[in-house]
């Protein structure tokens, strides 16, 4: 049975910064990529950031520079670091997992997913 558990969230004030976690099991976590998703009340779920196996990373335009993600394959864990929070990135954050070697950034795409853990900014 496949679980991705997030942990981390929290009330912060604009400029603070959070560490998420994303602990997997159920799946040989080193050999998937890993993705980061947000999703803001009365918005649709987007993409923040992900990493491939090898460890390649990329992100939205709108996190780029600020946060970062990474993944420790003997914890079978994944972070998303975050610094310099706005508010705007008040939302629940999701880890997902795609069963395939290639990375993707469209919700559609993942095969498994975590519950959520909320982050929100205050201005």
């Known amino acids: 049975q496949v679980q991705l558990v997030e942990s981390g969230g929290g009330l912060v004030q604009a400029g603070d910064s959070l560490r998420l976690s994303c602990a997997a099991s159920g799946i040989t976590f080193s050999s998937y990529p890993m993705d980061w998703f947000r999703q803001a009340p009365g918005k649709e779920r987007e993409f923040v950031a992900v990493i491939s196996s090898r460890a390649t990373t990329y992100y939205a335009d709108s996190v780029k520079g600020r946060f970062s993600i990474s993944r420790d394959n003997a914890k079978n864990t994944v972070y998303l670091q975050m610094n310099s929070l706005k508010p705007e990135d008040t939302a629940v954050y999701y880890c997902?997992?795609?069963?395939?070697?290639?990375?993707?950034?469209?919700?559609?795409?993942?095969?498994?997913w975590g519950k959520g853990t909320l982050v929100t900014v205050s201005s």
């Open positions: 997902a997992a795609r069963m395939s070697y290639y990375i993707s950034q469209r919700a559609s795409d993942m095969s498994y």
